[in-house]
Nanobody, 115 residues
Framework: QVQLVESGGGLVQPGGSLRLSCAAS????????MGWYRQAPGKQRELVAS???????TYAGSVKGRFTISRDNAKNTVYLQMNSLKPEDTAIYYCSFAAIGVRSWGQGTQVTVSS
């Protein structure tokens, strides 16, 4: 089982920025598709962004142009840079790891966008 530890959440004003980090245990990070999901109160969990083993990325339409996902295989870490944050970005953000035979989730980190 892969352990994922997220960090970087917090309270930020609208228009501000945050960077989330997710560190993975084990030796399979470079072969995994990594993703960030979020879940707001009363809503289903949704995919925010994902990054493949070769670095290709996808984004939800609501965050495209504002969020950037990246990975550092040497550090077993995936990042989510969030700029121009909006109140509707408020949610718990979860890191995900997907490789052959393995699917893991982080414990989540709260992001609150409010003035």
């Amino acid at each position: 089982q892969v352990q994922l530890v997220e960090s970087g959440g917090g309270l930020v004003q609208p228009g501000g920025s945050l960077r989330l980090s997710c560190a993975a245990s084990g030796s399979r990070f470079s072969s995994a598709i990594m993703g960030w999901y979020r879940q707001a109160p009363g809503k289903q969990r949704e995919l925010v962004a994902s990054i493949g083993t070769g670095g290709s990325s996808t984004y939800a339409g609501s965050v495209k142009g504002r969020f950037t996902i990246s990975r550092d295989n040497a550090k077993n870490t995936v990042y989510l840079q969030m700029n121009s944050l909006k109140p509707e970005d408020t949610a718990i953000y979860y890191c995900s790891f997907a490789a052959i035979g393995v699917r893991s989730w982080g414990q989540g980190t709260q992001v609150t966008v409010s003035s």
